[in-house]
Each structure stands twice: as C-alpha cells, then as structure tokens.
C-alpha cells in the first residue's frame, strides 16, 4: 500500500532525536551532519542531537562538508533542554580518544568501544525519555568485533540493551514495508530456523508496529513462503504446509487479516502494492526488492523494543567516505521516522 507523507507535529516539551555518529572511518559523520543541517534549514520542528566525537563532527564539517554552521558542545550529564542552541550542530561529546588519527575508506577498530558508546548512551537517554528516540549512523562489524565491542552490528546489541528477545529488523518505505523473520546468516541455515515459535513472534511484532508505531487500524499483513513457488503444495518443499500456512490460520482466528503463503517472485509484481506488510523468510528475499524500490528513501527500523531506534537502509560506505558525495536522504527519513513512532505512541497511550 502507498503511504502518504506525514508532516510532523511533535509537542513542544521534546523535540530531542538522536543521531549516533557511526563508524567514523565512513560516511556516518557526514550524513549525521548534512541531516541536522537539512532541519535546521527546515526550521528545527525536530531538534536533532549528535552522539559522538565533537572533534570529529567538527573536522567533518569543516574540512570535508565545508560548511560554518556552529557547532554546540553538550556535556553527557546537562540538561539538554538547557544546553541545546537552536540553528546550531549540537554535540554531546563521548569521546575518550583523539579522533586526528581516523583513516576514511578504513577500518578503525580502535574507535570501536567509543562507537558502542554512542548507541549505549543514546539508548540510555530514550529509555528516560531526553529524547523521543534515535537513529543510528552505520557501523561496520570488523571494526566493531575487532575493537572489542560486544556485538558486531546494531540489532544484537540494542536487543541486548534492552534486555529482550522479542524484536526484529523491519524495513520502511512509503512504497514498500518488509519484516525478516532471519537476519544475518547464511541461506544453509534459513530453513532449520524458520519454526512456528519464531513466525508466530515475526508476526505479532509485525500487527503490534503497524497499529501502535505506525498508527494504521486493521492492517493486512501478507507471509511469504521458504521455497520457490512457496512450495508447490510440498512438491518442492514442506515448509509452506507444515510451518507457515499453520501459523497464519491461527492468525486468521484471531480476526486479523492476513494471507499467504505467496510465491516471492511473482508477489513482487504487482500484488505487494494491497498489502501493509510484507513477512519474509530471508533477508535478501525481503532486501532486494525493498532497495530497488527505495535505496534513497528507505529505513531501517528495530521494531518491537520499548524505545524507537531507527537507520539509513545502507552500510558504511568506504569507497566515498571522506568525499562529501555521501547522499543523506535515507538518513532523513529514519530521523523524521522517529518522530512520527513517537507521535503514534503518545496517540496509543491516551487512547
């Protein structure tokens, strides 16, 4: 289904969204600060807060963006309602190293443990409510897993954070919205994870953010199926039968509207255009279509967690990194993404 672009109107007591800064090797820095110049330019109805290194933010700006826009330091312990300047980059400086040494287009696995930081503190900050949320810069997992950090890439380490099992990586388009009921591991492992246990977990989170995050009453959901021609009624694979066609009557008798399961090559035709939500079993079943419809535009969302994390759909980006050619457009609609959730939610709450 086709989304109509939402004009924000958060309240005035907290407008705060979080950027992290991301790996600082490459383009998260760049894309963190073209993003908040892109709202203070808009007039600041958010008001956008980088977590990261204050040298690094403004090296950035000044030598690889080239722009004069002030940057504002903010200490982790102020009051950000205080220390935030309007029409400025505001910083909240977590740095515990020099960052004169980074190496763009590399891997800097000596800044890892700062970076963990950064989303560590600006969950910490959603959690009591400083903010409304936030979104995450890329990272990369060598440099991450290298340096130390506890985790390799953002989804583990935020369901870490947050203490909790129950999310998934949904991605948001206003062409397109998909959920992965895998993430991160190889085609050989898909069916052996594929179970009724974690459909019936994918799907609910799924029906739960598009009521309560994205605000839509009686959303349809459509599963796809494991197999080519989701299984040929089991001639060429019995997941279909014995796992997902299961698990979506039980659905079906709890009123919700759903369907499946749909063969993923012709589903993506025309018919994903009647649905709210798209269940895929696999990432790349879900990713490629999702990017050729919306690389520019897209979000990456942590979906099912008590705080609201959102990302550009695209990785680090080495070979442009330093360049000032990094395109943020993805980046703002994640930030802008955070606001409307909140919104939601506040609207779910007083309901």
């Given amino acids: 289904m086709q989304y109509k672009k939402v004009k924000l109107k958060l309240n005035e007591e907290n407008r705060f969204i979080g950027i992290t800064m991301g790996d600082p090797g490459g383009i998260g820095p760049e894309i963190a600060i073209k993003s908040v110049k892109h709202f203070i330019d808009e007039g600041e109805y958010i008001k956008p807060v980088i977590f990261g290194s204050f040298e690094n933010i403004e090296y950035t700006s000044r030598n690889i963006i080239k722009i004069d826009t002030p940057i504002n330091l903010i200490k982790p ?35 890892a443990k700062d970076v963990e930081k950064f989303i560590e503190t600006a969950v910490n900050f959603s959690v ?130 759903i369907a499946g399961p749909f063969p993923a090559d012709s589903f993506f035709a025309e018919k994903y255009k009647k649905f709210d939500l798209i269940v895929a079993m696999y990432h790349d079943q879900a990713l490629i279509p999702f990017k050729l419809l919306s690389f520019h535009k897209g979000v990456n969302v942590t979906a099912g967690l008590k705080f609201i994390r959102t990302s550009p759909v695209h990785g680090t980006a080495y070979d442009i990194a330093g360049k000032n050619k990094a395109d943020c457009g993805s980046m703002i609609e994640a930030i802008k993404l955070v606001g409307r959730i909140s919104e939601n939610r506040k609207r779910w709450k007083e309901r």
Avoid at 220 to 228: D, E, F, M, S
Avoid at 241 to 251: L, S
Wanted: no cysteine; net charge neutral; charged share 25%.
């Fill in 77 to 111: 312990d102020s009051l950000i309602d205080y220390a935030y300047h309007t029409g400025k980059i505001n910083v909240i400086d977590l740095a515990s190293k020099s960052y004169a040494q980074v190496k763009h287009g590399y891997v800097n696995h000596t800044y």
């Fill in 128 to 257: 009591k409510e400083k903010i409304l949320g936030f979104t995450t810069a890329p990272i990369n997992k060598d440099m991450m897993l290298k340096g130390g950090a506890r985790f390799g890439g953002h989804t583990e380490l935020l369901g870490y954070l947050a203490g909790s099992d129950d999310f998934a990586m949904l991605f948001y388009s206003d062409k397109l919205i998909a959920i992965l009921s895998t993430i991160h591991i190889p085609i050989s492992a898909v069916p052996a994870k594929i179970t009724k246990d974690l459909l019936r977990k994918i799907i609910k989170i799924s029906f739960d953010w598009l009521k309560i995050d994205l605000g839509k009453n009686s959303p349809h959901i459509a599963v796809l199926g494991l197999n080519p021609h989701a299984g040929e009624n089991g001639r060429i694979g019995n997941e279909e039968k014995e796992i997902i066609a299961p698990v979506i009557e039980e659905f079906k008798n709890y009123k919700e509207n």
